[in-house]
């Protein structure tokens, strides 16, 4: 298995950014996904998740702002993130939920600054 995270970058406070993750060597329409997130000096925490019939759930740190979505034809999952604050700067993941440990790659960086 295989995820491959796209899209990250640098961005003023109350900007946007849409991050790609394509997946591969699974058959991704039957897995829940999800948006992982590290911050500077903390752990790894789960921040939006879809399921495989596309329902939707998210920490509340980022409800109202981001909004996960996939596109089974594509065993892609994206994460449309507004109204960033700095403390949306983070590595951020994608994954199977719950999590694989297999399943970790590279990330992409987003940071919030002016």
């Known amino acids: 298995v295989q995820f491959v995270e796209s899209g990250g970058g640098l961005v003023q406070p109350g900007g946007s950014l849409r991050l790609s993750c394509a997946a591969s060597g699974m058959m991704f329409s039957i897995y829940d996904m999800g948006w992982y997130r590290q911050g500077p000096g903390k752990q790894r925490d789960l921040a939006a998740v879809?399921?495989?019939?596309?329902?939707?759930n998210y920490a509340d740190s980022v409800k109202g702002r981001f909004t996960i979505s996939r596109d089974n034809a594509k065993n892609t999952v994206y994460l449309q993130m507004n109204s960033l604050k700095p403390e949306d700067t983070a590595v951020y993941y994608c994954?199977?939920?719950?999590?694989?440990?297999?399943?970790w790659g590279q990330g992409t960086q987003v940071t919030v600054s002016s």
């Open positions: 994954n199977a939920s719950p999590s694989w440990a297999a399943g």
């Open positions: 879809i399921t495989n019939g596309g329902s939707t």
